[in-house]
Each structure stands twice: as C-alpha cells, then as structure tokens.
C-alpha cells in the first residue's frame, strides 16, 4: 500500500517509533542491491530518514559513488505481517550537529546511546516514497 512519506497515518508512524531492526539497501558500482542491517529513525515532518554509520563502511561508500545528487535507497522494517519500507535519495552527511541529532534520535527509538565513535556520520535519506501494512 502506498503512502504519504510526509503525511503517514497514525499505524504507520507508530509502527516506526518501535524497536526494531531495519535494513538498508543501496546500489553496489555495478547496480546489485547491497542490503545490510541498520537502525533508522524517520521524521515524517523533515521528510528524511536517518542512519548513522560508520564513514569506513560499504553502505557510506555506495551512497558516496552516487555524487552530490545523492543515492537511490530503501530502509524496511518488517514485524509478522505489518512490514514499512521508506525511499529515497541519501547522501553522507558529516556536520557534527547533524550526527548529533541523528544519535540523539536513535537513542530515542532503540532505547540506548551508541558508544562514541569519532568516524561517525549521518545517511540522510530525503524521501520520495513510503509503503507498508501497519
């Protein structure tokens, strides 16, 4: 069922504000999918998605090969049969005010504070499209 992503019904958006593992899936160089497991909070009203990541890792990397125009990906979440998945283009983000909210957002919905981490960044995901059955 397709979806507002700055507008979702009351189901919906509670169903983002459990805990739970998410995945994100960004394109490999060669356009495979890459899916790996993540945290992600969604702000329905800044129209983003959040996922904090280390700037090392595969998933910073695709979405860096995408440019300034940023990657096309898709974070989901699933729970028996209500499942969520939000698109949108992402891009790194590396203001330290921008991570910090980003943690302060994911301490919120998982209950715990990451341990630091200097090589932190933000994958900032600007909504196009959102689906689901909450």
């Excluded at 593992?21 to 899916?35: A, K, M, N, S």
């Excluded at 996922?51 to 990657?71: D, F, L, P, Q, Y």
């Excluded at 049969?81 to 943690?103: K, S």
Aim: proline share 9%; hydrophobic share 35%.
């Amino acid at each position: 069922m397709s979806r507002d992503p700055r507008n979702p019904d009351p189901e919906y958006l509670d169903f983002w504000r459990e805990r739970h593992v998410c995945t994100l899936t960004t394109p490999r160089p060669d356009g495979t999918p890459h899916v790996v497991p993540v945290g992600v909070t969604y702000d329905p009203e800044a129209g983003l998605a959040r996922v904090i990541a280390n700037r090392h890792s595969r998933k910073v990397a695709h979405v860096r090969a995408a440019g300034e125009a940023g990657a096309r990906v898709a974070v989901c979440q699933l729970a028996g049969r209500r499942w969520a998945t939000l698109e949108g283009l992402a891009v790194v983000r590396e203001e330290p005010e921008l991570i910090a909210d980003a943690v302060r957002r994911y301490a919120e919905r998982y209950e715990r504070t990451p341990r630091p981490n200097p090589d932190r960044v933000l994958i900032e995901i600007t909504l196009t499209r959102a689906m689901g059955k909450a």
